[in-house]
């Protein structure tokens, strides 16, 4: 249900747009979530929008990283800035949702998508 794209190969400095489209059966969105896996490194959260827009943000990535979202679009966007040979990582985005009245929300998961910054 959640398309991430956006991924590719950087040079140092560049500043590409990741996107997350949700899809599917959807009643509501919540928490729309931002994370990164670098190799031999854990999962890390990057950035997290609220369905009332607030956000936050790992220290590392604050001031370089802005997380957006377009309810109209059911899409998450994380706009990346300056990027560094080491946010070289599989990109993942993920989703609060409720798929119906009745239900709760879960979390759905984005199947990632590389970025690779050139030094």
């Known amino acids: 249900q959640l398309q991430a794209s956006g991924g590719g190969l950087v040079e140092a400095g560049g500043s590409p747009r990741l996107s997350c489209v949700v899809s599917?059966?959807?009643?509501?969105?919540?928490?729309m979530d931002w994370y990164r896996r670098s190799p031999g490194r854990p999962r890390e959260l990057l950035a997290t929008?609220?369905?009332?827009?607030?956000?936050t943000y790992k220290n590392s990535v604050q001031g370089r990283f802005t997380i957006s979202k377009d309810n109209a679009k059911n899409t998450s966007y994380l706009q990346m800035n300056n990027l560094k040979p080491e946010d070289t990582a599989v990109y993942y985005c993920?989703?609060?949702?409720?798929?119906?009245?009745?239900?709760?929300?879960?979390?759905?998961w984005g199947q990632g998508t590389q970025v690779t910054v050139s030094s």
């Open positions: 929008i609220t369905s009332g827009d607030a956000t």
């Open positions: 599917g059966t959807i009643f509501s969105i919540g928490d």
């Open positions: 993920a989703a609060d949702i409720q798929i119906d009245v009745r239900g709760s929300l879960r979390t759905y």
